[in-house]
């Protein structure tokens, strides 16, 4: 294998590829929430309606990785996973710029289907570059570091769509997520001869199931499954509202279907061979717990999102309003008194023969301004563009992984750095403190009465990102350690499913906000929901490091 001093070759390569996937990733699903709610170029849907299909869409998008996993590891090989993985992606970003509701579907498949082939495969192949005695002890910090690159890219392209959308409008803001994908797969093949020797099929075993039988047994019953939940109470309509289990059919669609899944990873303990059983237990704990790590930290999309665009206070002026005027990173709207007047205009298109068929949730943004503060009649103001706060966690990243990855380095030089189990703990409960951040922008700007500073932002997302940096790096880490290695990819497709799970669940919490009139409930909902899983993994703590310590990991 070609290697640098202190990295294999590969490195850089697949860090920029991952940059550029995740640039286009992320300027879409930055948006995408907002575009399902806009009504004049978007779907015209409401926060509730918007909540429930991205958070299905996050959801699937982070399932398919089981089955994406499951063909690389024993048929396509790693390098061919990805690229056509990369290919689907760029294209369903692409037709995105169409806008229909069938075409909505079809490219939100394309993206679904396409990371579950590019994101576990991309993940495996650095953890087995990472698999040498020469670089087995960096593996923690190649996968912070490959983590970096991630956040670069998801910092970089929001600004990017602000601009894109103010000067030509969202559909090419979704071309310019596909351009970045399809500049990630380029690089991608660039750097072949640096990770060749790591794009290795593992061979079946006498306990693997079959590729065949796991169509029947897993994905014909997860389809089945799936059916059923959309289905179980009939599909929504006027005469009958109260159609789902779980708040909407797609929610019940969703649950029903990651039954089969789940059965059959927990086939996987007990098909394993002694050796392997508690490494797979040890990987199955911390899937279920960091569940719900993702249902709080998945609201950066949704309920943080909507804190962002309706809460908090948006306006610049002066030079700084005139900079964001300039780099295109703001829009410039005018004060009427009469703002149902103003806004008429957005729930005209919602009427039909002079009946209003549904009013959807679109306030004013001067609705919560202190009077005070209020531009005169006819003034205007500026105001930056709301997908600017989605790069405020991935920015939190670039600036602290530095700081983290020469913590550990230190702590690692006096022989006392932590084991990776235990950093995943210590993340899950800093991930919960974050949450209380924002109950205290509820409570400061009294219930939302009045705008609040995006210092409440700023500060939620620093705390969480600390949480983030332990956990997200490290699961992928220690999914690389403990993995028999003729499951490698599969068990990395688990990591990702417990992921899916945590993102439709965090949809799920999404649709509530409306429901809560304080606010402040809806967030001690999420700190409570961390604060079991920070239980339940210390809890774990000393079962999971001896197991580790028994593979000879840390």
């Given at each position: 294998?070609?290697?640098?001093a202190?990295?294999?070759?590969?490195?850089?390569?697949?860090?920029?590829?991952e940059?550029?996937e995740?640039?286009?990733?992320?300027?879409?699903?930055?948006?995408?929430?907002?575009?399902?709610?806009?009504?004049e170029?978007?779907?015209?849907?409401s926060?509730?309606?918007a909540?429930d299909?991205?958070?299905?869409?996050?959801?699937?998008?982070?399932?398919?990785?089981f089955?994406?996993?499951?063909?690389?590891?024993?048929y396509f090989?790693?390098?061919?996973?990805?690229?056509?993985?990369?290919l689907?992606?760029?294209?369903?970003?692409?037709?995105?710029?169409?806008?229909s509701?069938?075409m909505?579907?079809?490219?939100?498949?394309?993206?679904?289907?396409?990371?579950?082939?590019?994101?576990?495969?991309?993940?495996t192949?650095?953890?087995?570059?990472?698999?040498?005695?020469?670089?087995?002890?960096?593996?923690?910090?190649?996968?912070?570091?490959?983590?970096?690159g991630?956040?670069?890219?998801?910092?970089?392209?929001?600004?990017?769509?602000?601009?894109?959308?103010i000067?030509?409008?969202?559909?090419?803001a979704?071309?310019?997520?596909g351009v970045?994908?399809?500049?990630?797969?380029?690089?991608?093949?660039?750097?072949?001869?640096?990770?060749?020797?790591g794009?290795?099929?593992?061979?079946?075993?006498?306990?693997d199931?079959?590729?065949?039988?796991?169509?029947?047994?897993?994905?014909?019953?997860?389809?089945?499954?799936?059916?059923?939940?959309?289905?179980?109470?009939?599909?929504?309509?006027?005469s009958?509202?109260?159609?789902?289990?779980?708040?909407?059919?797609?929610?019940?669609?969703?649950?029903?279907?990651?039954?089969?899944?789940?059965?059959?990873y927990?086939?996987?303990?007990?098909?394993?061979?002694?050796e392997e059983?508690?490494?797979?237990a040890?990987?199955?704990?911390?899937?279920?717990?960091?569940?719900?790590?993702?249902?709080v930290?998945?609201?950066?999309?949704?309920?943080?999102?909507i804190?962002?665009?309706?809460?908090?206070?948006?306006?610049v002026?002066?030079?700084?309003?005139?900079?964001?005027?300039?780099?295109?990173?703001?829009?410039?709207?005018?004060?009427?008194?009469?703002s149902?007047?103003?806004?008429?205009?957005?729930?005209?298109?919602?009427?039909?023969?002079g009946?209003?068929l549904?009013e959807?949730?679109?306030?004013?943004?001067?609705?919560n301004?202190?009077?005070?503060?209020?531009?005169a009649?006819?003034?205007?103001?500026?105001?930056?563009?709301?997908?600017?706060?989605?790069?405020?966690?991935?920015?939190?990243?670039?600036?602290?992984?530095?700081?983290?990855v020469?913590?550990?380095?230190f702590?690692?030089?006096?022989?006392?750095?932590?084991?990776t189990?235990?950093k995943?703990?210590?993340?899950?409960?800093?991930?919960?403190?974050?949450?209380?951040v924002?109950v205290?922008?509820?409570?400061?700007?009294?219930?939302?009465?009045?705008?609040?500073?995006?210092?409440?932002?700023?500060?939620?997302?620093?705390?969480?990102?600390?949480?983030?940096?332990?956990?997200?790096?490290?699961g992928?880490?220690?999914?690389?350690?403990?993995?028999?290695?003729?499951?490698?990819?599969?068990?990395?497709?688990?990591?990702f499913?417990?992921?899916?799970i945590?993102?439709?669940?965090?949809?799920?919490?999404?649709?509530?906000?409306?429901?809560?009139?304080?606010?402040?409930?809806?967030?001690?909902?999420?700190?409570?929901?961390?604060?079991?899983?920070?239980?339940?993994?210390?809890?774990?703590?000393?079962?999971?490091?001896?197991?580790?310590?028994?593979k000879?990991?840390?």
């Amino acid at each position: 294998m070609s290697t640098t001093a202190k990295h294999p070759k590969a490195l850089p390569f697949l860090f920029f590829s991952e940059m550029w996937e995740r640039f286009g990733y992320y300027l879409m699903i930055g948006i995408f929430l907002l575009y399902l709610k806009n009504v004049e170029q978007g779907f015209a849907m409401s926060n509730s309606d918007a909540s429930d299909l991205y958070g299905t869409f996050i959801a699937l998008v982070f399932l398919t990785p089981f089955i994406g996993g499951l063909l690389a590891d024993r048929y396509f090989g790693y390098r061919r996973s990805i690229i056509a993985g990369g290919l689907m992606m760029g294209a369903g970003y692409c037709m995105m710029a169409i806008h229909s509701l069938p075409m909505l579907y079809l490219s939100m498949t394309l993206v679904i289907v396409g990371n579950g082939f590019f994101k576990p495969n991309i993940s495996t192949l650095l953890g087995n570059l990472y698999s040498t005695p020469q670089f087995q002890h960096r593996k923690d910090e190649g996968y912070n570091i490959f983590y970096m690159g991630i956040n670069v890219g998801a910092f970089i392209c929001n600004f990017f769509s602000a601009a894109i959308i103010i000067v030509w409008g969202w559909k090419y803001a979704f071309v310019a997520a596909g351009v970045g994908m399809f500049l990630g797969v380029i690089i991608f093949m660039s750097g072949t001869k640096h990770y060749k020797s790591g794009d290795i099929r593992k061979p079946m075993s006498k306990e693997d199931m079959s590729f065949s039988r796991i169509v029947v047994t897993i994905f014909v019953p997860t389809i089945i499954a799936g059916v059923i939940g959309w289905l179980i109470k009939g599909t929504f309509s006027a005469s009958n509202p109260d159609s789902s289990i779980f708040g909407s059919d797609s929610t019940d669609a969703f649950i029903f279907a990651c039954i089969p899944v789940i059965y059959f990873y927990s086939s996987l303990y007990f098909r394993a061979t002694p050796e392997e059983k508690r490494p797979i237990a040890a990987l199955l704990a911390i899937f279920a717990a960091v569940v719900m790590f993702w249902a709080v930290f998945k609201q950066n999309g949704t309920a943080l999102t909507i804190w962002a665009d309706n809460y908090t206070n948006r306006q610049v002026s002066g030079t700084t309003g005139d900079v964001f005027r300039s780099l295109k990173q703001a829009d410039t709207i005018t004060y009427k008194k009469d703002s149902v007047n103003l806004y008429d205009h957005l729930f005209r298109l919602q009427k039909k023969e002079g009946k209003v068929l549904k009013e959807y949730n679109y306030p004013s943004y001067f609705k919560n301004v202190a009077p005070e503060k209020l531009p005169a009649d006819g003034g205007k103001a500026i105001l930056w563009s709301t997908p600017i706060s989605q790069s405020i966690n991935p920015g939190w990243v670039i600036l602290l992984t530095p700081l983290v990855v020469a913590f550990f380095a230190f702590l690692r030089r006096k022989n006392k750095e932590p084991s990776t189990a235990t950093k995943i703990a210590f993340g899950l409960f800093i991930s919960a403190l974050s949450v209380l951040v924002m109950v205290a922008a509820v409570y400061a700007t009294g219930n939302g009465a009045e705008k609040a500073s995006v210092w409440w932002l700023m500060g939620t997302y620093g705390v969480v990102t600390v949480g983030e940096l332990l956990l997200s790096p490290m699961g992928l880490s220690l999914v690389s350690k403990l993995s028999p290695v003729r499951i490698t990819s599969l068990m990395m497709g688990g990591w990702f499913l417990s992921t899916s799970i945590g993102n439709k669940l965090s949809g799920i919490l999404a649709t509530m906000w409306d429901g809560y009139e304080n606010k402040a409930s809806f967030f001690w909902v999420n700190f409570v929901l961390l604060l079991i899983a920070t239980f339940i993994i210390f809890a774990m703590l000393k079962w999971l490091n001896r197991i580790m310590k028994e593979k000879g990991v840390q």
